[in-house]
């Protein structure tokens, strides 16, 4: 296939994709993103494969944003459709839109990835995987800054979670979906029968790898505003895995 400017791939809502209510996991929409990316990627000829082989390099998550119009449920139907902007000296934005069968938006994603060093894990420059990219599509799926999350008020700790040979991916360090389970899972079941994530964004900050105890902090101070704040803290060394930002809504509202 030539490059595309946008990238679509369909994709049916499978049990193991769904919660409780069998409604799509927070946690599969960010493996479908992170597998699209990587379909388009090996189409622009930047896939994983490529980049390794050739420059020593893997794409890394950084920030990723979704907001959620409806989630889809068990067996429906979707198609996603991705593609980036012109890089920046470091970073690689990338955007995606979830439609449902009859076209409409339905869930919205932006992210930002940087390349890294496999041996060194240091961030190479954009540059080192300089590719002519096809016509770039401007347009944006969430119009934003993928900034700083700064919770306000006093975290409290929900749970500590070790990490497991289970929760790496092929890159050595926890996948990035796996994060988000982590989150949801500082929520009880009683919680997500009343309330949905509308929003969610997530800023990794520090790998961590199996055999590392990370206590997540849950921050409610702010939820009368619906914002609840959740971040992941390495009992190793105190450092900060990651943190993120939750907007919430009343089930029945999405």
């Avoid at 700790?157 to 289970?166: E, Q, T």
């Avoid at 079941?189 to 800023?203: C, F, G, M, R």
Wanted: hydrophobic residues 40%.
């Amino acid at each position: 296939m030539d490059p595309v400017s946008k990238y679509s791939h369909p994709y049916q809502i499978m049990a193991c994709d769904v919660d409780f209510m069998k409604k799509l996991k927070l946690s599969a929409a960010f493996n479908y993103f992170q597998e699209i990316a990587g379909l388009h990627a090996d189409n622009l000829g930047i896939g994983f494969n490529r980049i390794y082989r050739e420059f020593g390099v893997a794409w890394v998550l950084m920030r990723m944003r979704v907001d959620i119009e409806r989630y889809p449920v068990w067996e429906e139907e979707v198609t996603i459709e991705t593609w980036p902007q012109l890089p920046r000296k470091y970073d690689f934005d990338r955007d995606y839109i979830v439609r449902d069968a009859e076209g409409k938006a339905i869930m919205r994603a932006v992210s930002t990835w940087v390349i890294v060093d496999v041996a060194t894990r240091e961030i190479k420059k954009s540059e080192v995987i300089a590719i002519d990219y096809p016509p770039i599509t401007v347009e944006r799926a969430i119009e934003c800054t993928l900034g700083k999350i700064k919770p306000q008020g006093q975290p409290q700790i929900a749970y500590k979670r070790v990490i497991g040979c289970s929760d790496i991916d092929m890159n050595g360090h926890i996948n990035n979906s796996k994060y988000v389970d982590f989150i949801m899972d500082c929520f009880s079941v009683e919680d997500l029968k009343k309330y949905s994530a509308k929003s969610i964004q997530v800023n990794y900050l520090k790998e961590s790898f199996p055999g590392d105890t990370i206590a997540l902090y849950k921050n409610t101070d702010a939820a009368e505003t619906g914002q609840v704040f959740v971040e992941g803290i390495n009992e190793k060394d105190g450092s900060t895995v990651f943190n993120s930002r939750i907007s919430i809504l009343p089930s029945t509202c999405i």
